[in-house]
């Protein structure tokens, strides 16, 4: 099977390092792909959004699988663009249709969905211009702290959590009235705060039936100790370990079942994974968001712990047996620790060497997440640059053994949380 990836980062990565494995796997292609992904297919120089050259790219390498890393594509319509056209749609993607990437794509029709379903989440109210002035009133009388979000895709940035009204009053202004976002915070989801700990549950649906995957823990802030700036993630452990059997078999009646079977309900095509973030309120799992494909660097260990040929798992997606699958999950603990650029998520440089990185081994893989190859060097090229993941017996050693990877890669500025998974080690 022919495969084109779309995307760039460690999610990107870890996708093809883990579909490489596969007997059925002949050729595998990554657009536009990074230094790491080189090493498991030919990276390609296509936007992800650019699908006139992915249509002509897939027909003139005779490509009979498209997988999509990251939310872009999905939300601007890749899947409707494949399946509507006649040359293309013998081809099957891995991912929702447009309509089933708007539970990504816009906070309000994902708060609205969960609503119509009955699936446990905040309590929130939408704003715009339209309606600026009566959103202004409800936020001078909102409890504290204040959750305002960007309706729209704002690359893992449009969530502020504002602990003074004063902080929400100038956060919804520059959001609404200086677009701060763009077009994305042309509407504004307020929500309730909810005290809790987070988690990130992925399932694998074909619209009908569906599949739990490994569940992760990944780590938003900048700083140690949860402080700072947001991030689009310093790390990930996977298992969760609050997580256990009696939490996840509520987390599948209560959220993933009502959210599989909504999509029926509603004549919604998702061929592909739903990304459910949630957050556990003394025992209880609530919805904070839903993406639209999967995390990062959430993938970067839970495809290491998931046993399953990805491939198989893919065909079962698109010829109506993903239910009689089962999943394998290795036992191990897996940790990945991020290597950032200095000065991110603010500005920050690119083009730094990087040296020192160890070749992947049964226990140990390093992601590449923001690198390009320049000759035989390889290059910062974002602002997460490295991934750092390991398996071990327990969480502890896991971490242990990421951080001394992580200590010993070398490039111009780096910088990396040295206390991932540290509420549980």
């Not at 708060?111 to 211009?129: D, G, V, W």
């Not at 990944?218 to 993630?233: S, W």
């Amino acid at each position: 099977m022919k495969i084109l990836l779309l995307g760039s980062g460690g999610r990107e990565h870890a996708l093809a390092w883990k579909m490489s494995q596969s007997t059925q796997c002949t050729g595998l292609f990554i657009a536009p792909g990074n230094a790491g992904t080189a090493q498991y297919g030919t990276n390609v120089n296509i936007a992800g959004t650019d699908f006139d050259q992915i249509k002509n790219f897939c027909i003139d390498n005779k490509i009979e699988l498209l997988v999509v890393g990251p939310e872009d594509p999905l939300v601007h319509g890749v899947y409707d663009f494949f399946t509507q056209d006649p040359e293309l749609q013998h081809i099957p993607v891995v991912g929702p249709s447009k309509q089933g990437a708007q539970l990504e794509g816009s906070k309000a029709f994902a708060k609205e969905f969960m609503l119509r379903h009955n699936i446990p989440t905040a309590a929130y109210r939408e704003f715009s211009e339209a309606n600026y002035e009566e959103g202004v009133a409800y936020l001078k009388q909102h409890s504290l702290p204040i959750v305002l979000k960007a309706d729209g895709l704002a690359a893992g940035k449009g969530v502020v959590i504002a602990a003074t009204h004063e902080e929400a009053l100038a956060e919804f202004a520059q959001m609404i009235k200086d677009a701060k976002f763009g077009d994305a915070s042309k509407k504004v989801v307020v929500e309730q705060f909810l005290t809790g700990i987070e988690l990130s549950v992925f399932v694998l649906t074909d619209g009908t039936s569906y599949k739990i995957l490994p569940a992760a823990k990944d780590y938003k802030r900048i700083g140690e100790g949860d402080t700072g700036l947001n991030t689009g993630g310093m790390g990930a452990i996977s298992p969760v370990p609050f997580a256990g059997k009696a939490f996840m078999d509520e987390v599948e009646e209560t959220i993933i079942r009502p959210t599989v079977e909504g999509l029926a309900k509603e004549n919604i095509t998702y061929k592909g994974f739903v990304f459910v973030g949630l957050i556990s309120v003394d025992g209880k799992p609530f919805v904070i968001e839903y993406n639209c494909r999967m995390g990062d660097p959430e993938t970067e260990v839970v495809m290491p712990r998931l046993q399953n040929d990805l491939l198989e798992l893919f065909t079962a997606l698109h010829n109506g047996t993903l239910g009689t699958q089962t999943i394998y999950e290795d036992p191990r603990a897996a940790a990945t620790v991020m290597l950032v650029a200095g000065g991110y998520p603010e500005a920050y440089e690119k083009g730094k060497e990087i040296t020192e990185i160890p070749a992947a081994r049964p226990d140990q893989l390093v992601f590449h997440a923001g690198t390009k190859a320049e000759g035989d060097k390889v290059l910062t090229n974002g602002g997460r640059v490295l991934t750092v993941t390991s398996l071990a017996t327990d969480l502890h050693l896991a971490l242990a053994h990421s951080k001394q990877t992580a200590e010993s890669i070398q490039f111009d500025g780096k910088y990396y949380r040295r206390d991932i998974g540290y509420e549980f080690v």
